[in-house]
């Protein structure tokens, strides 16, 4: 078969150009990282939508593309990767070249300025000094401790820097390291290896919890593991769809027995209580598309969000997470579209808490279950104040739902926003 160009649109082969030359793409396993930034840069996309990656050997990219004609293998010259693109019209195509020849060359006159400035710096051994030693303090603790902070800095996201090590490990990721072990042994035997990712395993959750505990941004990340910022994506989605994928069903609905098991205080006031609901929203980045941006928009944050319902037990456990919904849905409008009214949930008895927004008491009566608000004046001036009491008893019950939304905000930061588009 004839070498021809892999590049999307672009329809050059050795036989139309005869004189043109052909690169293969580098070798998946002696350059990796190099190949990932040459497939990241062609953008073709694999049949699965995710990023195209050929298995034969026999692929090529036509000197079209090039600066200079060819490939460099100098990291820092612009043909180390592709550089021309087909979809995009650059005004100097040489500009990346002369940015290099310019930086090249001060690395090359560095070594004469250095020796030129030893000369006209050097003391002469006759002359005296005018202080003394005394008087010129070096702190030479400090000095001694760069070098470490500096060896310490390259492996501080390395979930084996941090074995055995309970605090820290609970500080960065949320989880003790005992529970992280445990986590990643049972999620390890789902992992599908991809050759193009240096990262081992472990450390690829260690990162992924550390940007839902911590929230550091991706190039953040990137810089730090020098790694590609889509990479670095890569991983966080991948890791956090087998988890949702294997661990989501620790968010369920007890069984009947355990709704007997109600704090004293609540069993005084609401002894068929089996739900306390909420809804809570997290901010995005605003979506580029108007109309997705006019659906996630929020009269309560001002800011486009994301919006769930959420549900505990009276005992402080989640039993019930929907999916998200755009910052505009009403409280209503998630309840009857998330699947929380059902028999699957609920028996006849039951008592729901929600707030006054949740106006669903016949929704709810559907099913047998009361669903308990605090009161509204509905025209009248003031509460009678057995309400009034009322009220502030359910209240003082319903704050429950607010603390456990604290608490998970408080462990996984990434909740506090803004997310960006890509996880949206």
Not at 55 to 83: A, M, N, Q
Not at 194 to 202: D, E, F, K, Q, T
Request: aromatic fraction near 10%.
């Amino acid at each position: 078969m004839p070498k021809s160009c892999c590049v999307v649109s672009c329809t050059s082969n050795v036989f139309k150009n005869p004189g043109l030359k052909f690169i293969p793409l580098p070798c998946q396993i002696k350059q990796a990282e190099r190949r990932m930034l040459w497939l990241q840069a062609i953008k073709r996309e694999a049949p699965d939508g995710g990023l195209w990656d050929p298995k034969t050997p026999h692929t090529y990219v036509c000197g079209k593309h090039f600066i200079t004609g060819s490939h460099v293998k100098e990291p820092l010259h612009p043909d180390f990767v592709r550089t021309v693109f087909p979809h995009r019209t650059v005004s100097d195509p040489n500009q990346k070249l002369n940015r290099y020849k310019h930086a090249r060359k001060r690395e090359q006159m560095s070594p004469l300025l250095k020796r030129k400035v030893a000369k006209m710096t050097a003391v002469s051994p006759d002359l005296p000094t005018i202080l003394d030693e005394d008087h010129c303090p070096v702190d030479n603790d400090d000095a001694d401790d760069v070098p470490d902070e500096m060896r310490e800095s390259r492996n501080c996201l390395s979930s084996y820097s941090l074995e055995e090590n309970d605090g820290k490990c609970r500080q960065m990721t949320g989880l003790s390291w005992t529970m992280f072990l445990s986590l990643f042994t049972f999620l390890n035997q789902f992992v599908k290896r991809r050759g193009y990712i240096s990262l081992p395993p472990r450390d690829q959750l260690f990162i992924t919890l550390i940007k839902l505990c911590q929230n550091p941004s991706f190039f953040f990340l990137s810089h730090v593991l020098k790694m590609p910022q889509t990479t670095v994506r890569q991983i966080f989605i991948r890791w956090l769809d087998l988890m949702y994928g294997k661990i989501s069903i620790l968010v369920h609905w007890p069984d009947r027995e355990c709704f007997l098991m109600i704090p004293p205080e609540m069993k005084a006031q609401f002894p068929r209580l089996t739900a306390i609901i909420d809804c809570f929203e997290i901010r995005t980045e605003y979506p580029s598309n108007l109309k997705a941006r006019a659906k996630s928009y929020s009269n309560y944050k001002k800011w486009t969000t994301v919006k769930y319902l959420i549900a505990c037990s009276p005992s402080g456990s989640i039993t019930f997470l929907s999916n998200g919904w755009g910052g505009r849905a009403s409280d209503v409008h998630i309840v009857r579209q998330s699947g929380f009214l059902s028999s699957v949930y609920h028996s006849p008895g039951d008592q729901i808490l929600a707030d006054r927004g949740f106006t669903l008491q016949d929704d709810f009566a559907l099913l047998g279950v009361e669903l308990v608000t605090p009161s509204f004046t509905k025209g009248r001036k003031q509460l009678p104040g057995r309400e009034v009491e009322m009220s502030r008893r359910k209240s003082n019950i319903r704050i429950h739902i607010e603390r456990v939304i604290g608490v998970l905000k408080g462990r996984f930061h990434i909740l506090d926003g803004p997310l960006p588009r890509c996880l949206v």
